[in-house]
């Protein structure tokens, strides 16, 4: 996991205050940073954890120019196909203009975020079937659309297109692997945290 701490490419990107994220013209400069350091660590570890300053406000322009503009070229393949973004520490005021600013547009587009409770959440456009399938991905780790099927009792095309709709956004990850009745995707959450190692 690549951890990138918001408050540091600020600084770099030569923005004062580090909690107030506003402003099209910082939003660009932090963009630009942001943009360097995945360049600095390469972009083959996912997914991209992105650490936001405590009690930070970022208005809708902000969430526009960095965040947004993140999420299209991680869907558009920039970053790689099986990379992801997680957004931590979020205030719910940040979270409220980033959906905003993703409904002005009407983007297709969602984040996972790891709010300041803790708790995660998918923010964006994201229909309740794919919330729903994704809750059901977090709880159980990992899924395959056979599993999808048994679970929910649904058709085996609308289970793949569920979870195939849920990768595509680079909201999960997908391996595969080879059974007797060919190949087998298996999607699986992003881990929240890093690994713990003994």
Not at 31 to 37: E, F, G, R
Not at 135 to 148: K, R, S
Not at 183 to 198: A, R, S
């Amino acid at each position: 996991m690549i951890h990138i701490n918001l408050e540091a490419v600020c600084s770099e990107a030569g923005v004062g205050n580090n909690t107030l994220l506003i402003t099209r013209e910082k939003g660009q400069k932090v963009y630009l940073s942001l943009l360097k350091h995945l360049q600095g660590v390469g972009v083959s570890i996912s997914p991209i954890k992105i650490i936001f300053p405590e009690n930070q406000l970022m208005d809708v322009s902000f969430a526009d120019e960095v965040v947004i503009r993140m999420g299209e070229e991680l869907v558009s393949g920039s970053f790689g196909e099986d990379q992801g973004i997680i957004l931590q520490g979020l205030g719910d005021d940040s979270i409220e203009n980033l959906t905003a600013a993703v409904r002005l547009q009407k983007l297709k587009i969602a984040f996972l975020v790891i709010k300041s409770s803790g708790e995660w959440d998918c923010v964006g456009q994201l229909e309740q079937n794919l919330r729903d399938t994704l809750n059901l991905l977090f709880n159980q780790g990992q899924l395959t659309a056979p599993d999808l099927v048994k679970q929910l009792g649904l058709a085996v095309n609308t289970a793949s297109t569920r979870l195939k709709r849920l990768y595509d956004l680079h909201l999960i990850k997908r391996d595969f692997e080879i059974t007797d009745n060919g190949l087998q995707y298996i999607y699986q959450f992003w881990p929240l945290e890093d690994p713990k190692h003994d």
